[in-house]
């Protein structure tokens, strides 16, 4: 069992910037590929970043390519999404996900989700 605790969020201007966190527990957090997602309100949850267990790769949503950066420190456990330019449109609730199986995590199936934490950008 993996437990998943994201940090960071809160509320921002455009064109600002944050650093998310979510940091694992109960489990090897370097045999898991990790994700973040996103869900505005009345929308589904979407895909915005994944990254290997190793962090040799990442993948990104187009709508994110050039402004966010995923990353993970697994001495630390814990796995990163450096927002940038952040726009309204970014505007949700942000959740972590982890997988023992890359695809499944790009996919939207992962084994483990955290409980989110929420992003609002003003205009």
């Known amino acids: 069992q993996v437990q998943l605790v994201e940090s960071g969020g809160g509320l921002v201007q455009t064109g600002d910037s944050l650093r998310l966190s979510c940091a694992a527990s109960g489990s090897i957090f370097s045999w898991y590929a990790m994700g973040w997602f996103r869900q505005a309100p009345g929308k589904e949850r979407d895909f915005v970043a994944a990254i290997s267990r190793s962090g040799d790769s990442t993948y990104y949503a187009d709508s994110v390519k050039g402004r966010f950066t995923i990353s993970r420190d697994n001495a630390k456990n814990t796995v990163y999404l450096q927002m940038n330019s952040l726009k309204p449109e970014d505007t949700a609730v942000f959740y972590c996900?982890?997988?023992?199986?890359?695809?499944?995590?790009?996919?939207?199936?992962?084994?483990?989700w955290g409980q989110g934490t929420q992003v609002t950008v003003s205009s």
């Open positions: 996900a982890a997988g023992q199986l890359s695809v499944r995590v790009r996919l939207g199936t992962p084994d483990y």
